[in-house]
């Protein structure tokens, strides 16, 4: 079974740069999440959907950040303009639907804005 | 919205002791913890879970309990190996239909030879 794969693994840009990350999730997933994890810290939920819909967005900068899922398959998380708190690994995770169970990780994308 | 505390944040063993990381939780509605287990630079892997109707789960040298009432939960590791070193995140699932995951902050777990 192939697990979920996220693009790109590393990403450098300045401050108020535009970025866009993209996920994904394991076939017949119906839940997908976008977290932020900072350097030292546990994974934080940015937003989470459910087939193509938001289930979750409460922790998301929405003045900077977006997220779509499109056919409720492959997500793209975007942030614009960066700033420099915005240097974290951006995690997709991907879960079956209905009660909760494991989610699986993809590999991360490592953004460093400078 | 959830709360999830973590302890120790770092935790040094020999090889062949036991680990002990500890969990609180906020929500008294939280009904799922899993355990995830992150290797530098790697994505975290669930290593187990414990759903709110069992007190105590166990797989080979790893086990989890529960205690709904204190709302606290623990990772026991015995027989602590070299390959077990790695960071180590709780979590909990808030109430709810959204099944929104908490984490704690982490631990990393160093295990001496």
């Known amino acids: 079974e192939a697990g979920v794969a996220q693009s790109p693994r590393y990403k450098i840009i300045e401050k108020r740069q535009s970025v866009a990350f993209w996920c994904n999730p394991i076939?017949?997933?119906?839940?997908l999440y976008w977290y932020q994890q900072i350097l030292g810290q546990g994974p934080k939920l940015l937003i989470q959907?459910?087939?193509?819909?938001?289930?979750?967005d409460s922790q998301l900068p929405k003045d900077r950040f977006s997220a779509e899922r499109l056919k409720g398959v492959d997500s793209t998380l975007k942030i614009q303009p960066a700033k420099l708190e915005d240097s974290a690994v951006y995690l997709c995770?991907?879960?079956?639907?209905?009660?909760?169970?494991?989610?699986?990780f993809g590999p991360g994308t490592r953004l460093t804005v400078t | 919205g959830e709360n999830v505390e973590q302890h120790p944040s770092t935790l040094s063993v020999q090889e062949g002791d036991s680990a002990v990381i500890k969990c609180t939780y906020s929500?008294?509605?939280?009904?799922?913890f899993p355990w995830y287990k992150q290797e530098l630079g790697k994505r975290p892997q669930l290593i187990i879970d414990?759903?709110?109707?069992?007190g105590e789960k166990k797989d080979q040298r790893i086990a989890v309990t529960l205690n709904k009432t204190a709302k606290h939960f623990s990772l026991h590791i015995t027989e602590t190996q070299p390959e077990d070193s790695a960071v180590y995140f709780c979590?909990?699932?808030?109430?709810?239909?959204?099944?929104?995951?908490?984490f704690g902050k982490g631990t990393l777990l160093t295990v001496n030879p």
């Open positions: 995770a991907s879960s079956l639907a209905g009660p909760p169970g494991e989610q699986y």
């Open positions: 979590a909990a699932v808030s109430g709810g239909s959204n099944y929104k995951l908490t």
């Open positions: 929500d008294s509605a939280s009904n799922y």
């Open positions: 414990i759903r709110s109707n069992v």
């Open positions: 076939s017949g997933h119906a839940t």
């Open positions: 959907f459910q087939n193509n819909g938001v289930v979750d």
